[in-house]
């Protein structure tokens, strides 16, 4: 008896399905997409352009700011430029009401393909303070000379300074963003190292992000890693290629015990990963599984649709969970007629 299942492959074309859907409903762009849909399936190009598109849509997750309520965490030493305090009350209340930020983000949040390095190094995003649509990108907020620099976290917003855009290697910024918030900063310093003997000039900086380069930052007599988790050879971001790799590594692990399950039933069936709950699309750097409900589908090979699934769920709701192997301690189970 045989089981045929692939739910790394399932999985990943109900992603890149996502970036073909999003890129359309908001009109931005994408090479990379484009040139994945139009390479003859199966050659070793297909391979090596699906990888990318996956690898590029996580980035742009990553780049793109989940909508949802967040606390605007206080910052006494913030000072707002007269000139964008209408923007920035504004801004304040999209916050706080988990209004879409994405026309605040940077006008090249329109290109699918670029790589941020302030965002890949630091792990700051940036935000336009206008009023009104800008003319020239209908979609986003006009732009503005000075901007906010900020940590959004899934929960929490940092607000660090308002800067001259562009402004993006200066280290001063950083150093402000620790010592106004440093237990952000804990997890990524490196105890037990007191200083580097090279540091990083801020005229290199934005050279080195693009050459993939990092650099560990001292500050005082203290030491971190990049805050964004830093810039991969290729430019990419390494926070958004470790959560993919996650996601792949999880749902392999996922895999052994369906196989087994059915191994020892002597069943022969195909087993299909499909979304149930399209509207609940994770954010990049979380398992995509716990944040939408799947369902590993027992599709009859001589029948369609399929007759029993498996649904993923977040709760510990499975009625024999005694039968079970330990992953489906998550899971509830339907059988559909």
């Known amino acids: ?22 890129i359309t409903t908001w009109g931005f762009e994408s090479n990379v997409l484009d040139q994945y849909l139009h390479t003859t399936l199966g ?3 297909w391979s090596e352009r699906r990888e990318e598109a996956l690898m590029t849509w996580f980035n742009y997750q990553r780049r793109r700011i989940p909508p949802q309520p967040r606390r605007l965490v206080s910052n006494p030493r913030l000072v707002c430029p007269p000139e964008v305090a209408q923007g ?9 009401h988990g209004i879409d930020l994405t026309p605040r983000l940077s006008r090249k949040i329109e290109n699918a393909d670029y790589n941020d390095g302030l965002l890949n190094d630091w792990g700051f995003q940036h935000f336009h303070l206008g009023t009104s649509a800008d003319p020239k990108h209908p979609k986003l907020v006009q732009g503005t000379c000075m901007v ?3 940590i959004v976290d899934p929960l929490e917003f940092y607000p660090i300074d308002f800067v001259k855009h562009g402004a993006w290697a200066n280290r001063s910024i950083l150093e402000k963003a620790i010592s106004t ?7 990524y310093r490196l105890n037990g190292i007191l200083g580097v003997e090279n540091t990083c ?12 380069v990092n650099s560990i930052i001292s500050i005082g007599d203290k030491c971190y890693l990049p805050p964004g988790m830093g810039v991969s050879t290729a430019g990419t971001s390494i926070a958004a290629t470790y959560a993919l790799d996650q996601c792949r590594q999880q749902l392999n692990q996922l895999e052994k015990p369906i196989r087994d399950l059915f191994d020892a039933q002597h069943s022969s069936v195909v087993i299909k990963l499909v979304r149930i709950s399209p509207n609940k699309c994770s954010s990049c750097g979380k398992l995509t599984i716990q944040e939408c409900d799947y369902a590993i589908m027992l599709v009859n090979p001589s029948s369609c649709p399929p007759s029993k699934g498996l649904i993923l769920t977040n709760e510990r709701t499975f009625p024999d969970s005694d039968d079970m192997p330990s992953p489906f301690l998550n899971c509830s189970r339907t059988d559909k007629k």
Do not use: H, Y
């Open 1 to 22: 008896m045989a089981v045929a299942m692939d739910l790394v492959r399932d999985w990943e074309d109900i992603q890149l399905d996502d970036f073909r859907q999003f």
């Open 43 to 45: 050659t070793k190009k």
């Open 88 to 96: 920035w009350a504004m801004l304040q209340q999209e916050i706080m």
């Open 148 to 150: 906010l620099l900020a």
């Open 181 to 187: 918030f440093p237990r952000r900063f804990d997890r």
């Open 201 to 212: 000039e801020d005229n290199n900086r934005s050279e080195m992000r693009k050459c993939g």
